[in-house]
């Protein structure tokens, strides 16, 4: 103290470095392998390049866009309706980067084999900086395969799939790329969508596809968004709708921000209600086949949801490191203590199984066009990672904000965002209850999804007692023989998706296949994380976790 100036009181002393900037990409083995095993190796390249990018630029603007919340002004100074999203700038400068590099287009402007999973690990490395952005990113990749269905709405698709953002608030005949949504969730309806009340009306003469639009969706995400597909009654039933929030003969659609939503996290993102008027919409598919339709924009989102959870408890995990590397406690640093080292271990095999089977489902996406396994397995593994990871990313940030003490408390770090962003993908697309019902439906509907899991545990079958005997616990309902029953299917999907965890790791060879086993199938484990057993190899965990 005697070398500091007048008045100042202490020094800054044991306090780690800023985090960023980092190279997401390179610091993730983990990702690298699961790309490389899911056959998405020839974009690596890209992932490198975006790596850089969000670990640094995209990390430093994403602050502002998360802390400056949008704000909706649904009239102008002279009271002319106007139903307008007002955002801070870096919320449009991280989309530009987004769509430019594929995070929303990858897959379609550029399809050879391997783009899904390359678009998959994009999305991955940008929900770990800005997961709000990631909503519109996701509905927009995901809508592509639903325009399909209609011809007539090529340019749509062709502007979707184009690495163009243009935020401006105009009609998508003047942009080179647009951004899509999605409204599905009325107040009375929520998952069970056909209960939905808004009506579609046909308007032009009989046999054509455009409607007028009466109703209102609870909850709408991303109103700004150029277009969206939405459901509705129509004369013949539930049917799906591209509804452009321009009219295509000029001005504005007759859909109407009634208010913004007051969320829990997922700030840099605008959610709304919103009412239809009349509003101008183009059906897609057939009348009273809208659930249908859509479902693959679903099943799209979901996989999404699993990837940016895994992504979110990836960044956390990478706070957690380095601060614990950096920080000393008791003469020594954080990370020298034992129990320390057992929370961290712990965390990064949880964070690597979470990686391993988000990128499994993508890779089976990719391949399902020219492979039934391979479709059989995304069909029933995507519900199964949705519920699984999902579940498990709050616990597991709110441990890597513990790792940090009240630092991870304060919104100078990321946690605080991370965890307010956690329990969302969990809800969004299909809570818990939803996920495993509907693995329950493709084991009793679809006798294959169930085989196919099952072949894919057998894969790992003799590399370790306690999966081997999940795998004869599990056996009987994969084969249909015993199908478990409703009300213990949560147990049931947990059990399964560990197992499969599990197998997947040990495919790979990982490291960590051993500890996760042994841990998460074999008993010992308790509740909470920090629980390994002490004759684990901590330091080769920790090391794969986050180079030094």
């Not at 002393?13 to 790309?35: H, I, K, S, T, Y």
């Not at 039933?237 to 913004?260: D, E, I, Q, T, V």
Request: proline share 6%.
């Amino acid at each position: 103290m005697d070398t500091l100036p007048p008045f100042a009181t202490h020094r800054v002393e044991n306090q780690p470095p800023p985090f960023a900037p980092r190279d997401l990409w390179n610091d993730d083995a983990a990702l690298r392998e699961a790309v490389r095993r899911e056959g998405g190796d020839d974009f690596a390249g890209q992932l490198a390049a975006y790596g850089v990018l969000a670990g640094g630029d995209i990390y430093a603007l994403s602050f502002d866009a998360h802390r400056d919340k949008p704000r909706l002004r649904s009239h102008d100074a002279y009271g002319r309706r106007i139903d307008l999203v007002e955002f801070h700038p870096n919320y449009h400068a991280i989309m530009r980067a987004a769509i430019e590099h594929g995070v929303a287009g990858l897959s379609w402007h550029d399809p050879r084999p391997g783009a899904h999973v390359a678009r998959a690990a994009l999305s991955y490395l940008h929900h770990q900086v800005e997961p709000g952005t990631s909503c519109p990113l996701t509905m927009t990749h995901a809508a592509v395969p639903v325009l399909r269905h209609a011809p007539a709405l090529g340019e749509w698709m062709r502007k979707a799939a184009a690495p163009h953002y243009d935020g401006r608030d105009i009609g998508s005949g003047d942009k080179a790329g647009v951004t899509l949504g999605m409204g599905m969730t009325e107040k009375q309806g929520g998952s069970d969508v056909r209960a939905n009340e808004t009506v579609a009306t046909p308007i032009g003469g009989p046999g054509g596809d455009e409607y007028e639009l009466v109703g209102h969706k609870w909850f709408f995400s991303a109103p700004m968004s150029d277009g969206f597909l939405v459901l509705a009654q129509a004369p013949g039933g539930l049917s799906c709708f591209l509804m452009p929030r321009w009219h295509p003969h000029g001005g504005k659609n007759a859909l109407r921000l009634m208010r913004l939503k007051d969320k829990l996290g997922d700030w840099s993102n605008a959610s709304s209600e919103v009412e239809f008027q009349g509003a101008w919409a183009q059906r897609i598919g057939e009348e009273g086949r809208g659930v249908a339709t859509i479902i693959e924009m679903v099943m799209l989102t979901r996989l999404d949801c699993m990837l940016g959870s895994a992504g979110e408890m990836r960044m956390a995990l990478a706070q957690a490191l380095h601060h614990a590397r950096h920080r000393r406690s008791f003469g020594k640093p954080l990370l020298d203590h034992a129990l320390m080292r057992n929370v961290i271990a712990d965390l990064a095999i949880e964070s690597e199984a979470a990686t391993a089977l988000a990128i499994r489902v993508a890779g089976a996406i990719d391949r399902a066009g020219r492979d039934p396994h391979e479709a059989a397995f995304a069909r029933i593994a995507t519900a199964i990672g949705k519920f699984w990871i999902c579940k498990r990313a709050p616990a597991f940030v709110n441990e890597a904000q513990e790792c940090l003490g009240g630092a991870g408390y304060v919104e100078e770090s990321i946690l605080p965002r991370l965890y307010r962003q956690a329990p969302l993908n969990s809800i969004w697309e299909g809570s818990g209850n939803i996920q495993c019902l509907d693995v329950l439906r493709a084991l009793a509907r679809e006798p294959e999804a169930g085989r196919a899991l099952l072949t894919e545990l057998e894969r790992a079958r003799g590399r370790h007692d306690a999966l081997d005997a999940r795998i004869d616990e599990l056996a009987p309902a994969l084969r249909g023989q015993a199908p478990p029953q409703e009300a213990q299917m949560r147990g049931w999907v947990e059990r399964l998706a560990l197992a499969l965890q599990s197998a997947l790791l040990f495919v790979a060879d990982s490291p960590s296949a051993d500890a996760f086993c042994r841990s998460r199938l074999g008993g010992a484990h308790g509740l909470g994380f920090g629980t390994l057993p002490a004759d684990l190899d901590f330091e080769v965990i920790v090391q794969r976790g986050l180079p030094a």
